[in-house]
């Protein structure tokens, strides 16, 4: 079983910055891929960013520029650092982590969510 923990959520204003933590424990593959995801109310869950164990980073459109994800591998933690907020960034934020293990058994987990809200 894997567990991921989130921190780093909070309110803050239009252009401010936040960082987002995930912290993932128990039985891990070293070939991972750990992402962002986000989930609006009324909205489906969509991808933020995401970044392989090889350190590849994949974004969504929309926060091209503006956001960044970055790991530390060793400690399976993944960040998001989130700059020049907009009010459509406001949602639950959520991490998680996929992997496959022996057999090729494909495994997924997601973190409790942390909120993030900007006020205009």
């Known amino acids: 079983q894997v567990q991921l923990m989130e921190s780093g959520g909070g309110l803050v204003q239009a252009g401010g910055s936040l960082r987002l933590s995930c912290a993932a424990s128990g039985v891990i593959f070293s070939s991972n891929t750990m992402a962002w995801y986000l989930q609006a109310p009324g909205k489906q869950r969509e991808l933020v960013a995401a970044?392989?164990?090889?350190?590849?980073?994949n974004y969504a459109d929309s926060v091209k520029g503006r956001f960044t994800i970055s790991r530390d591998s060793a400690k399976n933690t993944v960040y998001l650092q989130m700059n020049t907020l907009k009010p459509e960034d406001t949602a639950v934020y959520y991490c998680?982590?996929?992997?496959?293990?022996?057999?090729?058994?494909?495994?997924?987990?997601w973190g409790q969510g942390t909120q993030v809200t900007v006020s205009s």
């Open positions: 998680n982590i996929e992997f496959a293990g022996y057999g090729g058994v494909w495994y997924d987990y």
């Open positions: 970044m392989t164990s090889g350190g590849i980073p």
